[in-house]
């Protein structure tokens, strides 16, 4: 079946403007992750969704950064007034349930703001 | 400085020849997950260790676990250029209601020369 995709896989914006960024895990995978890699570093660990809800969302940077669900499958990852700091790739990651799960990455979303 | 340090960061080595790669954890380690990553692409996982002492092997690659120095290494044996990419170490880390988050180290670039 298909993997966790991600949309778009690059963005361009400029300073200030707000982003959404679209991941589509994988069917029947009730966890879902964000998480950011900065260039030349490890992924970070954003926010876990167990179903429809933000279970954990220890790892937003700031109140800028919003992450839904609303139907229990696609997540969208909001970033209000972006600024040059937020470049990254921005990774989502979904398992089939919570606990030890592997988690299946997507391709990752190349954010990069001007 | 990082919860998850691997070494090296770098690696340069001739096809055919063995290498390895270290994770040193400053926590302790409930379960570690080695994936690969190629520049524009997501993580690819690799293997799961879970135990003090276990090891897995899939083709070429073997990876150990020492619970007790809070360690991971991943070995390759007669290294081809399909080798070649970011190998990632990742720790789990509790989350609410069971579920996990990935901790990761920084990343160790190989590059096999023909």
């Known amino acids: 079946g298909a993997g966790v995709s991600q949309t778009p896989s690059n963005k361009v914006t400029e300073k200030g403007k707000y982003v959404e960024l679209r991941c589509d895990p994988i069917?029947?995978?009730?966890?879902l992750y964000w998480y950011r890699q900065s260039l030349g570093q490890g992924p970070e660990f954003l926010i876990y969704?167990?179903?429809?809800?933000?279970?954990?969302d220890s790892g937003l940077p700031n109140d800028r950064f919003f992450a839904v669900r609303p139907e229990g499958s696609v997540s969208t990852l909001k970033i209000q007034r972006t600024e040059r700091g937020d470049s990254a790739v921005y990774l989502c990651?979904?398992?089939?349930?919570?606990?030890?799960?592997?988690?299946?990455f997507g391709p990752g979303t190349r954010l990069t703001v001007l | 400085s990082q919860e998850l340090e691997q070494s090296p960061q770098s690696l340069i080595v001739q096809e055919g020849k063995n290498l390895t790669i270290n994770c040193t954890s400053s926590?302790?380690?409930?379960?570690l997950y080695w994936y690969k990553q190629k520049y524009g692409e997501g993580l690819i996982f690799l293997m799961m260790?879970?135990?003090?002492?276990e090891e897995k092997s899939h083709e070429k690659i073997t990876a150990k676990l020492d619970e007790k120095k809070q360690q991971s290494s991943l070995h390759i044996t007669a290294s081809q250029p399909s080798h070649a990419g970011i190998y990632l170490c990742?720790?789990?880390?509790?989350?609410?209601?069971?579920?996990?988050?990935?901790?990761f180290g920084q990343g160790t670039r190989l590059t096999i020369n023909p």
């Open positions: 260790l879970q135990k003090g002492g």
């Open positions: 990651a979904s398992s089939y349930g919570a606990g030890k799960n592997e988690q299946f």
């Open positions: 069917s029947g995978h009730t966890a």
């Open positions: 990742g720790a789990a880390r509790n989350l609410i209601q069971g579920a996990q988050k990935l901790v």
């Open positions: 926590k302790t380690l409930y379960g």
């Open positions: 969704f167990q179903g429809t809800g933000a279970a954990d």
